[in-house]
């Protein structure tokens, strides 16, 4: 089945940065959007970023615009997430999800089939 794993993720300080990776196998990659999700304790799973199978359009939720950037390599497989100006607030697990839509971004979390394990961030202050 479709397996996706994150890496990257880490203990920061406030105003560092943090690269996370998320690999996919047995996926149709370049046919896939693909998104990072966010899960804070005691807080609903909100989709931080997501990005078409092209590359071509991008989604951020508003409190990250400007300091979070995703990107795909569909060579490998591969969907990136780097987070610079860490803010305590971005503390949470980050989980890769992966859907077939077409030119269509999601959201929200119902509209992804395929979900990685999580990866923790903690950015102390």
Do not use: H
Not at 4 to 29: D, K, P, W
Not at 50 to 68: E, H, L, P, Q
């Amino acid at each position: 089945q479709v397996q996706l794993e994150e890496s990257g993720g880490g203990l920061v300080q406030a105003g560092g940065s943090l690269r996370l990776s998320c690999v996919a196998s047995r996926l149709t990659f370049s046919s896939a959007t693909m998104s990072w999700f966010r899960q804070a304790p005691g807080k609903e799973r909100e989709c931080v970023a997501a990005i078409t199978w092209n590359g071509g359009s991008a989604y951020f939720v508003d409190s990250v615009k400007g300091r979070f950037t995703i990107s795909r390599d569909n060579n490998k497989n591969t969907v990136y997430l780097q987070m610079n100006s860490l803010k305590p607030e971005d503390t949470a697990v980050y989980y890769c999800a992966a859907a077939y839509r077409g030119l269509r971004i999601g959201s929200r979390s119902n509209e992804y089939d395929y979900w990685g394990q999580g990866t923790q961030v903690t950015v102390s202050s």
